[in-house]
């Protein structure tokens, strides 16, 4: 087998049937499987994977044992040569996986591969590539200042050699995962994918961006950026630097003021306000048409759009590459998409990166 893609599944059912939907269709032709774990939600996921999708191998933990965890409870029952770590809010193309394929079997050496992550409004994700954090470029994080800590030296659409990738998207060969033990469990969740991508970068392994194929990413959905989050992360920073680095006293202490004065400040995930704006469905369907909240009318192309206009994407005609290709157009003038999976009855989306995203159902 060449494939395996694990997806690890806690509450969000909506966006999981449509990764699922996804995942299924760039899997065509190639020779694979799908394993969801599924860290005890409460929300119907597992019964939604058993009711339409019978093929997945679906695995139920009775409790929520963390990131690293499951996800080798997963691999440890993969068959693929490869095995892609794929967060569940993720849509992917329907040529990405075979891209990967074709480049891994080009490479020497090969670490882990990721690629170019939007989030839901078509934006790039700076932290689709990496530099590894050491305590210099951590501290700057801490009080804002990125720039360091992602490789902007790579161009999104570039494919190079990179340090640090992100959890969300993961693609190696299964030998390499075993090899470097999976997923460090002394990280219940954040910090997992840098330890990874780093003892991967240690032992000698290329670590790749990959910014030919691009995979929406809602990055809001899967990250509550609230207290919680911000204590979790630096505390997985600080697990990171005991293990890596030699132990340093003072950036304990500041991580921990840090940590005090940003969560008073800190705002919670962004929650959608009601809103009035135009409903659009874009399919390639001759009836697709201009959805008001009161009065349907037809819509002639995309250039009659503007910022007032939420586009809401027909999965049932269109590639899901496509849809991807038209969240990044210049041409549109909204940042504001939906997406209909196929056969669903709702549509589902975020704004942002940090948007916790918005399921409507009808």
């Known amino acids: 087998m060449r494939l395996s893609v694990v997806i690890l599944n806690y509450n969000v059912r909506y966006f999981l049937e449509l990764c699922l939907q996804s995942v299924g269709a760039a899997l065509d032709g190639i020779d694979s499987e799908i394993i969801v774990i599924d860290n005890d939600s409460k929300d119907g996921s597992c019964a939604m994977v ?36 794929l967060n569940p809010d993720t849509v992917v193309a329907e040529d990405t996986f075979q891209s990967l394929l074709d480049f891994a079997e080009q490479q020497i050496d090969l670490g882990i591969i990721g690629c170019r992550l939007i989030d839901g ?9 990496r530099n590894i954090p050491v305590i210099k470029i951590a501290v700057k994080k801490i009080f804002g200042n990125s720039k360091a800590y992602y490789a902007n030296h790579i161009n999104e659409f ?4 990179v340090e640090v990738l992100v959890g969300a998207f993961m693609f190696l060969k299964r030998s390499l995962y075993n ?4 997923f460090d469990e002394d990280y219940f969740m954040y910090g997992e994918d840098i330890d990874f991508s780093f003892k991967a970068h240690k032992k000698g392994f290329n670590n790749y961006y990959f910014g030919s194929t691009s995979v929406i990413h809602y990055k809001g959905e899967s990250t509550q950026r609230n207290a919680v989050y911000l204590k979790r992360f630096y505390g997985a920073m600080q697990i990171f630097y005991k293990k890596h680095f030699k132990y340093n006293r003072c950036f304990d202490l500041l991580v921990s003021i840090a940590v005090k004065l940003l969560v008073r400040v800190m705002p919670m995930n962004k929650q959608h306000p009601e809103h009035k704006k135009k409903l659009v469905l874009i399919s390639t369907h001759p009836e697709a048409r201009l959805v008001n909240t009161l009065n349907p009318s037809v819509i002639a192309s995309l250039e009659e759009l503007n910022s007032s206009s939420e586009l809401i994407f027909d999965a049932s005609i269109l590639s899901f590459k496509a849809i991807i290709n038209q969240m990044q157009d210049p041409k549109v003038k909204t940042s504001i998409f939906k997406i209909q999976p196929k056969n669903c009855h709702y549509i589902l989306g975020s704004n942002s990166a940090d948007s916790v995203g918005e399921v409507i159902q009808f």
């Open 158 to 161: 570039d494919t190079a050699k």
């Open 121 to 129: 409004a078509g934006k790039f994700l700076p932290e689709s590539k």
């Open 179 to 182: 090899c470097l033990d999976g």
């Open 50 to 85: 058993k009711e339409k999708f019978p093929s997945v191998t679906l695995i139920e933990n009775a409790s929520n044992v963390g990131f690293s965890k499951a996800n080798n409870q997963a691999v440890k029952v993969a068959k693929g040569e490869y095995v892609c770590i």
